[in-house]
């Protein structure tokens, strides 16, 4: 599975970006799907998850703000932010499950992007 993702930029406290995260690969395979931020100097976060069936997670810091979609026809994932603050500045990763069930259980691996940067001015 390869992810990619686009809509990262430049934007003033307020405004809204839209980003999305286009899969590739074995894709029929995904399950649930999310989106990760990256701070400046800190540990890296769930934002929000969206699972096949479209039933999303938020971070209190961003629930209300950010909404996340999936386009299973189109292998894509978005993630709509509005009412962006300085604090969300952040690189933000695409992220992709992929359950493999065996004789001993089921292990998820996780597939990443690239991430891209989304810069929220004062």
């Known amino acids: 599975v390869q992810l990619v993702e686009f809509g990262g930029g430049l934007v003033q406290a307020g405004g809204s970006l839209r980003l999305s995260c286009e899969a590739s690969?074995?894709?029929?395979?995904?399950?649930?799907m999310g989106w990760y931020r990256q701070p400046p100097g800190k540990q890296r976060e769930l934002v929000a998850s969206i699972t096949v069936g479209g039933i999303t997670n938020y971070a209190d810091s961003v629930r209300g703000r950010f909404t996340a979609s999936r386009d299973n026809a189109k292998n894509t994932v978005y993630l709509q932010m509005n009412s962006l603050k300085p604090e969300d500045t952040a690189v933000y990763f695409c992220?992709?499950?992929?359950?493999?069930?065996?004789?001993?259980?089921?292990?998820?691996?996780?597939?990443w992007g690239k991430g891209t940067l989304v810069t929220v001015s004062s």
């Open positions: 690969g074995r894709v029929l395979d995904i399950d649930a």
């Open positions: 992220n992709a499950n992929v359950p493999v069930r065996t004789i001993e259980g089921t292990t998820v691996f996780e597939y």
